[in-house]
């Protein structure tokens, strides 16, 4: 018995002293925002007023990120267009294994990514220096919101 709780408390030690991934932003809270900044080394910039509430960043590479937000602060999509793709594994979060699943699939165009799924929505296209998309939980709309709101 004493050996099985030593074996347990030990185990609980080293899961705690392992690295903790950091929630992405799809999915995550507002503070998840910043932890996007930092990784992609991007700058925040004023969203456009409008019903939403978004935040955006501005990446070293042009691009532009989106990320829209619930009353609560939690992040239900995100959106990108400029010149590079963005870190998608940092903005998917959890969510980025079903984008590689679809990202795997035969498609009809190059270039196209599109996925519609109840977890999550992902379209994205691109070329050089021209890649756009947007990615959303369908369960996380806010009342009233639309795939059409989100661009």
């Known amino acids: 018995m004493?050996?099985?709780?030593?074996?347990?408390?030990?185990a609980c030690l080293l899961l705690q002293g392992l690295p903790h991934s950091a929630r992405a932003?799809?999915?995550?809270?507002s503070a998840s925002i910043e932890t996007d900044r930092v990784a992609m080394k991007g700058l925040t910039r004023p969203a456009a007023a409008d019903a939403l509430q978004?935040?955006?960043?501005?990446?070293?590479?042009?691009?532009?990120?989106t990320e829209y937000l619930t009353a609560d602060g939690a992040v239900?999509?995100?959106?990108?267009?400029?010149?590079?793709?963005?870190?998608?594994?940092?903005?998917?979060?959890n969510y980025f294994a079903h984008y590689q699943t679809a990202a795997r699939q035969p498609m009809v165009r190059h270039r196209v990514v599109r996925m519609n799924?109840?977890?999550?929505?992902v379209e994205s296209t691109g070329k050089m220096r021209a890649f756009n998309?947007?990615?959303?939980?369908?369960?996380?709309?806010?009342?009233g919101v639309t795939a059409a709101d989100i661009h």
Do not use: C, M
């Not at 004493?2 to 030990?10: D, E, G, H, I, P």
């Not at 978004?54 to 990120?65: A, F, I, N, S």
């Not at 239900?76 to 979060?93: D, F, I, M």
């Not at 799924?117 to 929505?121: G, L, R, T």
């Open 2 to 10: 004493r050996a099985t709780l030593f074996s347990l408390t030990l």
């Open 25 to 29: 932003a799809l999915g995550g809270n």
């Open 54 to 65: 978004k935040e955006e960043l501005q990446l070293p590479t042009g691009t532009v990120v």
């Open 76 to 93: 239900y999509a995100v959106t990108w267009h400029g010149p590079a793709l963005p870190n998608l594994r940092q903005l998917l979060g």
């Open 117 to 121: 799924s109840p977890d999550i929505v």
């Open 133 to 143: 998309g947007r990615a959303w939980v369908p369960a996380l709309l806010p009342a």
